[in-house]
Structures are given as C-alpha cells and as structure tokens.
C-alpha cells in the first residue's frame, strides 16, 4: 500500500516531510526554512517530528497554502489489519491558529482519505472529547463510528471505507 508523495487539493499541497524538514521541526533553535508561517511548527508537529520515517508515504505531511506551511497531516504508522482483517491506520492533523475556521483541515484531511479509500484503506482519529472543531471536521469527512475512549480520554472515532465495512 503507497500514498503519492504529494496530495494536492483544491487549496491545498500536502508533501511529504524530508529529513531536513523534519530536523528543523524538532530543532526550535535552527535556522527557519522560507515559507514557514510564524507560528509553525506547533508542539504537536514536533510531536509528529519524532515518529516521523523517511521515505514512509504514511508519514507526516505540511499543509500548505500558496507556498505557506499553515500544519501537518499524517498517519500514526502505515496501515495495519484491525480485528476484522480490514486495513487500518490513525490520522493526526493540526493548523496554527491564525489558519483555522476556513475549512483548510476539512479539505486536507478529505485529500488524504480520497488516496486511502483508494487503497482501501480504513481510517480512525482520536480526539478530545471538548476540541469542538475537530470533531466537525471529522464529522464533515464521514467519521461515523464512534468506538469510545482511549486511554487518554480522547474519543476514537473511524470511518468507512466507502463501499466496504465498518469493524465489527
């Protein structure tokens, strides 16, 4: 199973990180690469720094806008088989502040599940249960299943596959 190295979206480009991104992101002292905004990275991209893979295309990803890196998007790790033998895997995104409310996480979340349904592939999000804005864009990109709480409190929510089945 492979994603393209590059999503691109109405809006939006969704490149995979490089090792040099990657370094500067968790590095907060280094020099800062032209087209950051000035609030990124965030805490969480240098969270999603420290998983990051080379080379993995179900690693993390900027969420860009005209050559501006506003966040990230990115899977936990690539797919693996849940209980019922369907491919899974969990997503984290993320925008500074100064880029929400205008629909760009809906958008590149959206643009990512169009190359996951195509490898059919189900996707789950963890999210607190008081991030209001985050469970609309779940909500919006057809995360229906509700499967309670990890052990962080966080709800965990999946979505189908389209045309294929939820976990049982």
């Not at 020099?31 to 000035?38: A, D, E, L, S, V």
């Not at 899977?75 to 993320?94: K, L, N, Q, S, W």
């Not at 500074?96 to 959206?110: D, I, M, N, S, Y």
Request: with cysteine; proline share 9%.
């Amino acid at each position: 199973m492979t994603l393209p190295t590059t999503v691109t979206t109405e809006r939006l480009t969704l490149p995979l990180w490089t090792l040099a991104d990657a370094d500067a992101i968790r590095d907060p002292r280094g020099p800062r690469p032209q087209g950051w905004h000035p609030q990124f990275p965030r805490e969480d991209d240098r969270d999603a720094a420290t998983m990051w893979v080379e080379g993995d295309p179900w690693s993390s990803r900027y969420i860009m806008r005209n050559g501006t890196v506003l966040g990230s998007i990115g899977f936990f790790g690539p797919p693996e088989a849940a209980p019922d033998g369907t491919p899974e895997a969990e997503v984290g995104y993320g925008l500074v502040e100064e880029a929400r409310g205008w629909g760009f996480a809906t958008e590149a979340l959206k643009g990512v599940l169009a190359c996951t349904d195509q490898e059919g592939v189900r996707i789950r999000a963890s999210v607190e249960p008081t991030n209001a804005a985050s469970l609309r864009v779940l909500a919006k990109c057809g995360f229906t299943d509700l499967r309670g709480a990890d052990e962080d409190g966080h709800l965990v929510m999946a979505r189908p596959v389209p045309g294929g089945r939820m976990e049982e």
